[in-house]
């Protein structure tokens, strides 16, 4: 039987799968959680698709719980995120894109209330040569993260995780709409 702190993240988990969806753009998914890192964990995986249904983020949330604690950890939770997403390449190029992705994780999580945050940022360009050479570069974002939510309430953490991967994967905000194309512009 779950402790009942963690009993209520695993519901709170179970309403975002099944309930009506954050947005149409993101596919959320249960996957089997790491057994070794606390005595109970939890997690989900996402993508963002675009119109054409090409995969253009994804990522894993981790929520681990420890009913005796661990250092740095406040309630005995703490929360693992991954997201990647494909970047243009002008915007792989700014040397603040990573400083920028942080912040949408903070800005993100402030609601919802958290401490103990750190993490990583990744910018990474893909080549390829030989048989592949006709394969266009790629450029993508890695955002690495863990943190500690205040109180058990988790569903402003995974509200601001599936925010955070529909903004890396170059999104508007829920509930606006995107510029349409123009001629001669990228409509961004």
Known sequence: MNPPAF?????????????????????????????????????LSGSVYRDDDTEVAMGRLIVL????????????????A?????????????????SVAWSWLLEALEPAGYTGESGTITRAVSESFGD?????????????A?????GDDLAGHVTAWCEVMCTTAGLPPAGVAALPDRPGGTGR
């Open 7 to 43: 009993q209520r993240a695993l519901d709170t988990l179970r309403e975002f799968l099944d309930g009506p969806g954050v947005r149409p753009e993101l596919d959320l998914e249960d996957m089997p959680a790491p057994r070794n890192l606390a005595p109970y964990a939890a997690a």
């Open 65 to 80: 719980y420890d009913p005796d604690g661990a250092k740095g950890w406040a309630h005995g939770f703490r929360i693992v």
């Open 82 to 98: 991954y997201i990647r997403a494909d970047l243009e390449p002008e915007i792989a190029a700014d040397e603040l894109i990573g």
């Open 132 to 144: 592949k050479s006709d394969e266009p570069s790629t450029t993508e974002l890695e955002l690495r």
């Open 146 to 150: 863990s943190w500690s939510p205040i």
